[in-house]
C-alpha cells in the first residue's frame, strides 16, 4: 500500500503566493514613495533631491520660497550654484566626495543672497536620500540668521568694553594677530604695523574724588576723542585702524599698513593734545594728560607678544620721563634695559659664585704726598658683560635689597685685606680703607653689628675703617640710621659724606651728625683745571676754599676727588684740602700693587727737601678709568 504525503501549502501555492508578496511590495513602495513625496513637498524644512551630476531633481516649496523661487524652476539647475558650495575648495571638494559616494554627509554654514536683496545666514546638509540606489542625495538648507544673529550679539557684548563700548583686550589682540599673520603670508599693503599705548595720568585721582561714576563717564569721553582722532587721521584710506580699552585707564590705537614712525609720531601727537582738552561732565570741568608708548615696525617677524612688551616698555619710559608726553620706542634704551633685568637677575647668585672682586683707590696727604687710605670699589667680573664698574649694579642692587648681602661682603672682603697689609708691612704706617655704604643697608640690616662682627673676626682697628655714605643718603637721617651712625662713631669708625656739593648741601646737619670726613664731589675740582686756552673759574676756588675752612672749623678733614693734574693738587693743597683721589695718583688696582705704591709715595714724600712735588707722582698720569 502506498504512503501518501500530506500536502503543504508551500508546495501546493508557491507560484501565486510569490506572485502575490511581489505585487505588495510593489504596492508598499509606491505608497511609500507617495508618503515621501507628500512629507518632502509639505516639509518646513528647505529641501531638495541632488541627482548624481549635481543637479536638483527635485525641490519643495520651502526650499523654493527661501530662496524666492518656484520648486519647477529649481528643476535642473546647479546645487553647488544654488547654495554656493563651489567658492570654498575645501567644501566643493567635500560635496564632490558625497555625490560619488565616497563620503556620507556634509554639512557646512553658507551666507546666501535672496532674490530681494536681504541676505540670510544658511546651515546646508547633503546625505544620500534613504531607501533608494539611485545615488540621488537629499539636499537640506536650515535658516540660521537668528542664531546667528543673537550670537554676533554675544560676541559683540564679549569683545567690547562695557564703558566705552570700544573693543576690549580680547578683540584687539584677535585683531593684532590677524594683521600680523597677514602680513607674514604678504598680504598686507606696507608689511608695517604700529601702536600707540597710552595710560591717563592722575585717573586714579579722578576716581578717588569725584567717583566711580564720573570716572567711567571721563573714559567715555577719551575713548569718543581717540575714535575722533583716528577717523580724522585717515587711517581707513591706507589700512585698518583700532581702538580699544585694555582695561583701567589704558588705551591702545593699532594702526594696520603704517608708514612710518612719522606717521605714528603725527597720531601720537594729535591724540596727547585731544587728551589734554578740558573735559566738561556732569557739572564738572577736568583737565587730565596721558602718557603714550609708540611703537612701529616691520610685522615680519614681530608677535603680538613682543609687540605689546615693546609699548609697555616705552609706555613706561614716558612716565618716567614725567609723564604729559609721548616716546618712540628705541632699540638702544631697550637693550640697556634687557641688560639691566639680565644682571638683576643674576646678581643675588654671582656674589655666592664669587664673580665679584675688590679694588682699591689711593687716598693721597696733599701736602706730604704720603698715602693715608685706600677706597674699596668693587667689580663684577660677569660672565656675558665682562667687567663691570659699580654704576652698572650698585642702583640694582640697592633695587632689589642684594645690596645688603654684597655690601656685607664688600665690607669683609676690604677689612681683611687692610689687615693683611698691616700684617705684610709693619714697618709702613698703617692705611686706613674706606668702604662705601648705600642706605638701605642701614634699613635692612643691624650695619653696627655686621661692622663690629666683622672688625673682631679681622682684627683691624676700627680706626682705620672708614664708611662712606652719599650726601642725601646722610643729610636726611634720623631715627634708625642716625642711631646706627652714632654707634658707629661711638666705636672709633669714621663717617665720610661721599660726593658732598651735590646734594642737599644742609649745612646746618654737619653740626648733629657724627661726620669725620667730607669727600668734595669731582664737579668742583674739575673747575680747578687749566684747560688749553682758557683759565680756570675763580668762583670754584672760593667755594671749595670756603667749605674747607668750615669743615676744619668743625673738626672734619676734607677729601678731593677727581684729581688729575699736579696744577689742581697744587691749587687744592694751597686752599688747605687735606687729601687727594683720582687718576693723578692711580686708578682703581688689584690690591698687591696698593703695596708698592704705599712705597714709591712713601719715598717721594721723602724727597720734598730735594724740590720734589710731593703731590706729583713719578711719570704719567695713568690712563683714566671709570
Avoid at 556634509?106 to 545615488?135: F, N, Q, Y
Avoid at 687735606?578 to 688696582?589: E, P
Wanted: net charge negative; hydrophobic share 40%.
Amino acid at each position: 500500500m502506498t504512503q501518501r504525503h500530506p500536502a503543504t501549502p508551500a508546495a501546493t501555492a508557491t507560484p501565486d503566493r510569490a506572485d502575490h508578496q511581489a505585487e505588495h511590495r510593489t504596492d508598499h513602495q509606491a505608497d511609500y514613495r507617495a508618503d515621501y513625496r507628500a512629507a518632502f513637498n509639505a516639509a518646513h524644512l528647505p529641501m531638495a533631491v541632488v541627482d548624481r551630476t549635481g543637479h536638483i531633481a527635485g525641490a519643495n516649496e520651502a526650499l523654493a520660497a527661501l530662496l524666492g523661487s518656484e520648486p519647477h524652476l529649481l528643476a535642473g539647475q546647479s546645487a553647488a550654484d544654488l547654495v554656493d558650495l563651489a567658492s570654498e575648495a575645501r567644501t566643493w571638494h567635500a560635496y564632490q566626495e558625497v555625490l560619488r559616494g565616497r563620503q556620507a554627509r556634509l554639512r557646512c554654514t553658507r551666507r546666501l543672497k535672496h532674490p530681494d536683496g536681504h541676505s540670510l545666514w544658511t546651515e546646508i546638509t547633503l546625505g544620500p536620500v534613504a531607501g533608494t540606489d539611485t545615488g540621488d542625495v537629499l539636499l537640506s538648507v536650515a535658516d540660521i540668521s537668528d542664531r546667528r544673529d543673537l550670537q554676533a550679539r554675544l560676541r559683540h557684548l564679549q569683545m567690547h568694553d562695557p564703558v566705552t563700548r570700544l573693543p576690549n583686550r580680547a578683540l584687539f589682540f584677535e585683531r593684532l594677530s590677524a594683521a600680523l599673520e597677514a602680513s607674514s603670508y604678504g598680504q598686507s599693503g606696507t608689511g608695517r604695523i604700529g601702536l600707540c599705548y597710552l595710560d591717563l595720568d592722575g585717573f586714579k585721582a579722578v576716581n578717588d574724588t569725584l567717583g566711580h561714576r564720573v570716572g567711567d563717564r571721563l573714559l567715555t569721553a577719551v575713548a569718543q576723542r581717540l575714535t575722533q582722532c583716528a577717523d580724522q587721521s585717515g587711517y581707513g584710506r591706507t589700512g585698518g585702524h583700532l581702538v580699544a580699552r585694555l582695561g583701567g585707564d589704558e588705551f591702545a590705537l593699532l594702526v594696520e599698513d603704517s608708514t612710518g614712525t612719522e606717521q605714528l609720531a603725527d597720531l601720537a601727537r594729535s591724540v596727547l593734545a585731544a587728551v589734554q582738552e578740558p573735559f566738561d561732565l556732569a557739572g564738572q570741568r577736568l583737565s587730565v594728560s596721558a602718557s603714550i608708548g609708540v611703537v612701529e615696525r616691520a610685522a615680519a617677524g614681530t608677535s603680538a607678544t613682543g609687540l605689546m612688551q615693546a609699548a609697555d616698555t616705552t609706555l613706561y619710559w614716558a612716565k618716567a620721563d614725567g609723564k604729559a608726553r609721548w616716546t618712540l620706542f628705541d632699540p638702544e634704551r631697550n637693550a640697556h634695559r634687557m641688560t639691566r633685568q639680565a644682571l638683576s637677575s643674576t646678581l643675588r647668585p654671582a656674589v655666592e659664585r664669587g664673580e665679584f672682586i675688590v679694588e682699591y683707590q689711593p687716598l693721597v696727604d696733599l701736602e706730604s704726598g704720603a698715602v693715608r687710605g685706600v677706597e674699596a670699589l668693587v667689580r663684577w667680573n660677569h660672565p656675558q658683560f665682562g667687567t663691570l664698574t659699580p654704576n652698572r649694579f650698585i642702583g640694582i642692587a640697592e633695587e632689589d635689597g642684594s645690596i645688603v648681602q654684597l655690601g656685607r661682603w664688600v665690607l669683609q672682603t676690604a677689612c681683611r685685606q687692610a689687615r693683611r697689609w698691616q700684617i705684610e708691612q709693619p714697618s709702613d704706617a698703617p692705611v686706613f680703607v674706606s668702604v662705601n655704604v648705600a642706605v638701605r643697608q642701614v634699613w635692612d640690616s643691624d650695619l653696627v653689628g655686621d661692622v663690629a662682627e666683622i672688625l673682631a673676626e679681622t682684627g683691624l682697628a676700627p680706626q682705620l675703617l672708614q664708611l662712606e655714605l652719599t650726601e642725601s643718603a646722610v643729610m636726611g637721617s634720623a631715627g634708625r640710621p642716625l642711631q646706627a651712625l652714632q654707634a658707629l662713631s661711638d666705636m672709633g669708625v669714621r663717617i665720610a659724606i661721599d660726593d658732598f656739593g651735590t646734594g642737599y648741601s644742609n649745612l646746618a646737619y654737619l653740626s648733629r651728625l657724627p661726620v669725620s670726613v667730607l669727600k668734595l664731589d669731582g664737579s668742583f675740582v674739575r673747575g680747578f683745571r687749566y684747560e688749553e686756552g682758557s683759565h680756570p673759574n675763580p668762583a670754584d676756588e672760593t667755594i671749595v676754599e670756603a667749605l674747607v675752612q668750615l669743615a676744619h672749623r668743625l673738626g672734619l678733614t676734607v677729601t678731593a676727588e677727581c684729581v688729575e693734574t699736579a696744577s689742581q693738587a697744587a691749587r687744592l693743597r694751597r686752599v688747605g684740602c687735606d687729601t687727594g683721589q683720582g687718576w693723578l695718583y692711580s686708578r682703581a688696582v688689584a690690591p698687591e700693587e696698593i703695596a708698592a705704591i704705599v712705597s714709591r709715595q712713601a719715598a717721594a714724600a721723602q724727597a720734598t727737601g730735594a724740590g720734589t712735588d710731593p703731590a706729583q707722582p713719578e711719570g704719567p698720569a695713568p690712563h683714566p678709568e671709570v
